[in-house]
């Protein structure tokens, strides 16, 4: 019977499993962990939340994915990929022209980010490149977005919006789409960050390089099972209501079009729930 998750163990932090989250307690320890680091390093607002949940509007589509690292039950490491979509991306409020050049060449765009790690996990920075087991770590979890979206969700571009001196992404055929911006969260950002876009060609996996011959020995091969992504969990219309009406804003502030574009989704009418 193939198993539903990817069991790793490391010598600082114990076992771990890597799959995509299957239940709701997952989701909802995988959106506490978002909330507590991002509070943490000061890119959000506790008054603009509900819950001490970050929940967002690209979390509710069905086609997004939630990818954990459970140590002990616990969710110590999260990250998401995201399918285009007339909601668009995260990555359109600061790179929207460089992602219509996608969308406009006929590409089929998806974009990975969400990212948050429990802090305390391992000593010292997680980008490092001098501590090969966090890099390790962090390419594990990143092999489950690749996998999915190139063998699964069989999308053209993997984008993200990254901190341009993360190491992590020296190792990988990631080509910048933009300039570096800085960016704050919420409506008043207490402290921004610098980032780029970047986008990975999947038509271009298989090319030669140093960086393509890393990419194929990293993420090619020992595919990830199937049933990690298929058993990633899907929203109940009770799951809807608890995470994005009772925890969260994220429907009541919803525009008209983006509540269209999730009654589509869903396959619901107009005024078939109260929230939409």
Partial sequence: MTSSSVKMKFSEIGDVEYKAASTREELEQAYALF????????????????????????????????FIVLKDKEVVATL????????????????????DRLREGGRKISETGYLAIKTGLFERGMFSMFNFKKLEF?????????????YHAKFDDMCIVTNPQYMIFNFLPFEAIGKVKYYGYDRVAIKKKAAVAKRLDFQKVEGVGAKRIALRKIFLENRV?????????????EDRRYFFVEKSDVFKTANKKHKKCLRAA?????????YL
């Fill in 266 to 274: 869903y396959g619901l009418k107009e005024g078939e729930v109260e």
């Fill in 35 to 66: 909330y507590r680091e991002y509070l943490q390093r000061g890119f959000i607002l506790p008054k603009y939340y509900k819950s001490e949940l970050r929940i967002t509007l690209h979390h509710a589509l069905p086609g997004t994915i939630t």
């Fill in 80 to 99: 998401t990929t995201i399918p285009d979509s007339p909601l668009l991306l995260p990555m359109d409020m600061g790179y929207q022209e460089e992602a």
């Fill in 138 to 150: 962090m390419l594990h979890l990143f092999k489950l977005a690749f996998q999915y979206s190139y």
């Fill in 225 to 237: 099972p199937a049933e990690v992504f298929e058993n990633k969990y899907c929203f109940t219309p």
